[in-house]
């Protein structure tokens, strides 16, 4: 399985952006997508998942701001991020997880100013 993500950039903060992660190669239909951030000095962190039933999970620091989604005919999953702060401002990864392996994405920089 391979991963390509997009949509990162400089944004000010209260502002939006959307992340895009498409999954290609052989993809089975029970699966999990998530999204993790990684920021200068500090470990890789969970921000939102969601699971190919639909079910989704959130971080706390996100809740109520960034939405996941996802298209399963075009294998995409989407990270809509609203109101942006500041602590938001990382490498963001995705991850496609099934039959108890884990892929990676390449990351995407999102940066936002205050």
């Known amino acids: 399985v391979q991963l390509q993500a997009s949509g990162g950039g400089l944004v000010q903060a209260g502002g939006s952006l959307r992340l895009s992660c498409v999954a290609s190669?052989?993809?089975?239909?029970?699966?999990?997508m998530a999204w993790y951030r990684q920021a200068p000095g500090k470990q890789r962190e969970s921000v939102a998942r969601?699971?190919?039933?639909?079910?989704?999970n959130y971080a706390d620091s996100v809740k109520g701001r960034f939405v996941i989604s996802r298209d399963i005919a075009k294998n995409t999953v989407y990270l809509q991020m609203n109101s942006l702060k500041p602590e938001d401002t990382a490498v963001y990864y995705c991850?496609?997880?099934?039959?108890?392996?884990?892929?990676w994405g390449q990351g995407t920089q999102v940066t936002v100013s205050s």
């Open positions: 190669g052989r993809i089975f239909s029970i699966n999990v």
């Open positions: 991850k496609h997880s099934q039959l108890a392996r884990d892929y």
């Open positions: 969601i699971i190919s039933g639909g079910s989704t």
